[in-house]
Protein backbone atom coordinates (compact mmCIF):
# COMPACT_ATOMS: atom_id res chain seq x y z
CA UNK A 1 0.00 0.00 0.00
CA UNK A 2 2.95 2.55 1.10
CA UNK A 3 4.20 1.72 -2.38
CA UNK A 4 1.18 2.17 -4.18
CA UNK A 5 0.73 5.36 -2.59
CA UNK A 6 4.05 6.93 -3.68
CA UNK A 7 3.94 5.59 -7.03
CA UNK A 8 0.66 7.94 -6.89
CA UNK A 9 2.29 10.47 -5.63
CA UNK A 10 4.89 10.52 -8.06
CA UNK A 11 2.68 9.88 -11.15
CA UNK A 12 0.64 13.47 -9.46
CA UNK A 13 3.71 15.57 -9.02
CA UNK A 14 5.06 15.10 -12.41
CA UNK A 15 3.44 17.72 -14.41
CA UNK A 16 3.92 20.20 -11.11
CA UNK A 17 7.72 19.98 -12.00
CA UNK A 18 7.34 19.93 -15.34
CA UNK A 19 5.41 22.71 -14.83
CA UNK A 20 7.72 24.62 -12.77
CA UNK A 21 10.96 24.05 -14.82
CA UNK A 22 9.71 23.60 -18.85
CA UNK A 23 6.52 26.17 -18.99
CA UNK A 24 7.55 28.35 -16.28
CA UNK A 25 11.02 28.82 -18.34
CA UNK A 26 9.33 30.02 -21.32
CA UNK A 27 6.86 32.11 -19.34
CA UNK A 28 9.28 35.08 -19.11
CA UNK A 29 12.73 34.12 -20.93
CA UNK A 30 14.67 37.28 -20.47
CA UNK A 31 14.26 37.44 -17.05
CA UNK A 32 16.33 33.96 -16.75
CA UNK A 33 19.03 34.73 -19.37
CA UNK A 34 21.05 37.11 -18.19
CA UNK A 35 23.63 35.41 -16.81
CA UNK A 36 24.45 32.70 -19.86
CA UNK A 37 27.12 33.65 -21.83
CA UNK A 38 27.18 33.91 -25.56
CA UNK A 39 29.67 34.62 -28.06
CA UNK A 40 28.99 37.41 -30.44
CA UNK A 41 31.03 37.43 -33.83
CA UNK A 42 30.77 40.36 -36.35
CA UNK A 43 32.24 39.98 -39.52
CA UNK A 44 29.95 42.51 -41.32
CA UNK A 45 32.31 45.06 -43.71
CA UNK A 46 30.13 47.49 -43.27
CA UNK A 47 28.11 49.23 -46.40
CA UNK A 48 27.94 52.79 -47.11
CA UNK A 49 30.21 53.93 -44.89
CA UNK A 50 28.22 52.44 -41.88
CA UNK A 51 28.32 49.27 -40.29
CA UNK A 52 24.44 48.04 -39.32
CA UNK A 53 26.34 44.66 -37.43
CA UNK A 54 28.86 46.60 -34.97
CA UNK A 55 25.51 49.01 -34.25
CA UNK A 56 23.74 45.66 -33.53
CA UNK A 57 26.39 44.17 -31.17
CA UNK A 58 26.33 47.65 -29.65
CA UNK A 59 22.89 47.55 -28.63
CA UNK A 60 22.77 44.07 -27.61
CA UNK A 61 25.95 44.64 -25.40
CA UNK A 62 23.67 48.10 -23.78
CA UNK A 63 20.51 45.70 -23.32
CA UNK A 64 22.88 43.23 -21.07
CA UNK A 65 19.71 40.58 -21.81
CA UNK A 66 22.50 38.22 -22.21
CA UNK A 67 25.97 37.53 -21.12
CA UNK A 68 27.53 38.43 -24.72
CA UNK A 69 30.73 38.43 -25.11
CA UNK A 70 32.42 40.09 -28.23
CA UNK A 71 35.25 37.45 -29.65
CA UNK A 72 36.26 36.13 -32.88
CA UNK A 73 34.63 33.29 -35.01
CA UNK A 74 37.48 30.97 -33.80
CA UNK A 75 37.24 31.51 -30.01
CA UNK A 76 33.88 31.66 -30.20
CA UNK A 77 33.94 28.31 -32.24
CA UNK A 78 36.64 26.80 -29.50
CA UNK A 79 34.45 28.41 -26.47
CA UNK A 80 31.19 26.53 -27.82
CA UNK A 81 33.16 23.45 -28.08
CA UNK A 82 34.28 23.93 -24.48
CA UNK A 83 30.69 24.28 -23.08
CA UNK A 84 32.02 28.49 -22.41
CA UNK A 85 29.12 29.69 -24.87
CA UNK A 86 25.59 28.83 -25.36
CA UNK A 87 25.51 29.55 -28.43
CA UNK A 88 27.23 31.77 -31.11
CA UNK A 89 25.32 34.69 -32.84
CA UNK A 90 27.81 35.17 -35.96
CA UNK A 91 26.73 38.33 -38.16
CA UNK A 92 27.93 37.62 -41.58
CA UNK A 93 30.08 40.14 -43.76
CA UNK A 94 27.03 41.20 -46.08
CA UNK A 95 25.12 42.14 -43.26
CA UNK A 96 24.78 46.34 -43.66
CA UNK A 97 24.96 45.46 -47.84
CA UNK A 98 21.68 42.96 -47.65
CA UNK A 99 20.15 45.59 -44.84
CA UNK A 100 21.06 48.50 -47.24
CA UNK A 101 19.41 46.79 -50.63
CA UNK A 102 15.92 47.63 -48.57
CA UNK A 103 16.31 50.74 -50.68
CA UNK A 104 16.67 49.21 -53.77
CA UNK A 105 14.74 47.09 -56.29
CA UNK A 106 17.17 44.26 -55.80
CA UNK A 107 16.25 43.30 -51.83
CA UNK A 108 18.28 40.99 -50.14
CA UNK A 109 17.78 38.91 -47.12
CA UNK A 110 19.63 40.02 -44.01
CA UNK A 111 20.39 36.70 -41.38
CA UNK A 112 22.09 36.73 -38.16
CA UNK A 113 23.86 32.74 -37.76
CA UNK A 114 22.90 31.45 -34.77
CA UNK A 115 25.07 28.42 -33.63
CA UNK A 116 23.75 26.66 -30.00
CA UNK A 117 25.61 24.52 -28.46
CA UNK A 118 24.21 21.23 -27.63
CA UNK A 119 25.47 19.49 -25.07
CA UNK A 120 23.94 22.40 -22.62
CA UNK A 121 20.32 21.30 -21.68
CA UNK A 122 17.47 21.70 -23.34
CA UNK A 123 15.27 23.88 -21.48
CA UNK A 124 18.52 26.28 -21.45
CA UNK A 125 18.78 25.62 -26.02
CA UNK A 126 14.91 26.68 -26.16
CA UNK A 127 15.11 29.98 -24.25
CA UNK A 128 17.94 30.82 -26.44
CA UNK A 129 16.12 30.08 -29.33
CA UNK A 130 12.93 32.11 -28.09
CA UNK A 131 15.95 34.77 -27.33
CA UNK A 132 16.99 34.80 -30.32
CA UNK A 133 13.55 35.06 -31.93
CA UNK A 134 12.95 38.30 -30.81
CA UNK A 135 16.35 39.87 -31.54
CA UNK A 136 15.13 38.74 -35.38
CA UNK A 137 11.87 40.30 -34.92
CA UNK A 138 13.72 43.32 -34.13
CA UNK A 139 15.76 43.33 -36.95
CA UNK A 140 12.82 42.35 -39.36
CA UNK A 141 11.39 45.85 -37.54
CA UNK A 142 14.58 47.53 -38.66
CA UNK A 143 14.27 46.47 -42.15
CA UNK A 144 10.67 47.52 -42.35
CA UNK A 145 11.50 50.99 -41.03
CA UNK A 146 14.21 51.44 -43.67
CA UNK A 147 12.19 50.01 -46.35
CA UNK A 148 8.58 52.89 -45.20
CA UNK A 149 11.21 55.61 -44.65
CA UNK A 150 13.05 54.96 -48.14
CA UNK A 151 9.43 55.25 -49.49
CA UNK A 152 8.59 58.25 -47.86
CA UNK A 153 11.51 60.04 -48.97
CA UNK A 154 10.97 58.67 -52.58
CA UNK A 155 6.80 60.49 -52.24
CA UNK A 156 8.46 63.74 -50.76
CA UNK A 157 11.00 63.45 -53.90
CA UNK A 158 7.49 63.39 -56.69
CA UNK A 159 6.38 66.91 -56.26
CA UNK A 160 10.05 67.94 -56.89
CA UNK A 161 10.02 65.67 -59.79
CA UNK A 162 6.61 66.36 -61.33
CA UNK A 163 7.71 70.17 -60.84
CA UNK A 164 10.92 69.18 -63.09
CA UNK A 165 8.74 67.71 -65.31
CA UNK A 166 6.50 70.21 -66.13
CA UNK A 167 9.75 72.88 -66.65
CA UNK A 168 10.59 69.71 -69.00
CA UNK A 169 8.09 69.92 -70.94
CA UNK A 170 7.67 73.54 -71.41
CA UNK A 171 10.89 73.69 -72.74
CA UNK A 172 9.84 71.24 -74.97
CA UNK A 173 7.02 73.38 -75.91
CA UNK A 174 9.41 76.22 -76.58
CA UNK A 175 11.33 74.27 -78.69
CA UNK A 176 8.84 73.11 -80.79
CA UNK A 177 7.42 76.64 -81.46
CA UNK A 178 11.23 77.83 -82.13
CA UNK A 179 11.84 75.03 -84.21
CA UNK A 180 8.60 75.66 -86.17
CA UNK A 181 9.28 79.46 -86.71
CA UNK A 182 12.79 78.18 -88.19
CA UNK A 183 11.22 75.71 -90.54
CA UNK A 184 9.14 78.61 -91.26
CA UNK A 185 11.79 80.96 -91.97
CA UNK A 186 13.69 78.22 -93.85
CA UNK A 187 11.12 77.42 -96.12
CA UNK A 188 10.47 82.10 -96.67
CA UNK A 189 14.35 82.28 -97.61
CA UNK A 190 13.77 79.11 -99.99
CA UNK A 191 11.00 80.94 -101.43
CA UNK A 192 12.90 84.45 -101.59
CA UNK A 193 16.08 82.34 -102.84
CA UNK A 194 14.05 81.01 -105.82
CA UNK A 195 12.42 84.51 -107.22
CA UNK A 196 15.89 85.57 -106.97
CA UNK A 197 17.43 82.82 -108.74
CA UNK A 198 14.82 83.59 -111.40
CA UNK A 199 16.14 87.08 -111.42
CA UNK A 200 19.76 86.65 -111.19
CA UNK A 201 18.83 84.19 -114.35
CA UNK A 202 16.85 86.95 -116.03
CA UNK A 203 19.90 89.12 -115.18
CA UNK A 204 22.51 86.61 -117.12
CA UNK A 205 20.18 86.49 -120.17
CA UNK A 206 20.13 90.54 -120.50
CA UNK A 207 23.92 90.12 -119.94
CA UNK A 208 24.49 87.69 -122.31
CA UNK A 209 22.59 89.60 -124.99
CA UNK A 210 24.02 92.99 -123.97
CA UNK A 211 27.56 90.85 -124.87
CA UNK A 212 26.53 89.82 -128.39
CA UNK A 213 25.01 93.48 -129.23
CA UNK A 214 28.23 94.81 -128.07
CA UNK A 215 29.93 92.41 -130.21
CA UNK A 216 27.77 93.60 -133.37
CA UNK A 217 28.85 97.16 -131.99
CA UNK A 218 32.67 96.40 -132.02
CA UNK A 219 32.55 94.30 -135.75
CA UNK A 220 30.54 97.40 -136.76
Same mark, same amino acid.
Given at each position: ???????? !???????? !??? !??? *??? !??????????????????? =?? +?????????????????????????????? =??????????????????????? +??? =???????????????? =???????????????????????????????? *??????????????????????????????????????????????????????????????????????
Amino acid at each position: LFVKIIII !FGIAIIPI !FYS !FFY *LNA !FWDPYSRIEGMPVALVNQD =KG +NDEENLGLNLINNMLEEKSMDFQVVDYEKA =KEGLENKKYYAILLIPENFTENL +NSA =KSENKQISKIIYSPNQ =KTNYIASQILNTAVNKIEMKLQAEVAEKIVNN *LTDSLNDVPDNLEKLNDAAKKLQDGNISLRDGLSTINNGMDSLDENYNKFNEGIEIASNGTKSLDIGIDT
